[in-house]
Nanobody, 123 residues
């Protein structure tokens, strides 16, 4: 598995979590990176992405609450999740696209995926 998520868990509404994704197993090239959630229909929905130029895109539902970032030296992608809501509860997946300058949250253009990690927000 080229991407490995960590940092999920349970938190009360209003709390925070930071998800991490280890990317060191990816082939050496530039990527656009994203976080997705499983969604009610089981189709993965885009949450946030960052491309190789540092440009970011967020789903409307998380704007102002979540922040995506990456540490290239540590080969790790992060998702800082603040002011969490019960509706944020879901499996979250890290993803990588071989197109380095994406701005899209369309799951179909992402090539590599992690196994996912559970985030549970209680009211």
């Amino acid at each position: 598995v080229p991407l490995v998520e960590s940092g999920g868990g349970s938190v009360q509404a209003g709390g925070s979590l930071r998800l991490s994704c280890e990317t060191s197993r990816l082939p050496d090239r530039r990527y656009s990176m994203g976080w997705f959630r499983r969604g009610p229909g089981k189709e993965r929905l885009g949450v946030a992405m960052i491309n190789s130029l540092g440009a970011t895109t967020y789903a409307d539902s998380v704007k102002g609450r979540f922040t995506i970032s990456q540490d290239n030296a540590k080969k790790t992608l992060y998702l800082e999740m603040n002011r969490l809501k019960p509706e944020d509860t879901d499996m979250y997946y890290c993803a990588a696209s071989v197109t380095p300058d994406l701005t899209s949250l369309n799951r179909l253009v992402y090539n590599y995926w992690g196994k996912g990690i559970l985030v549970t927000v209680s009211s």
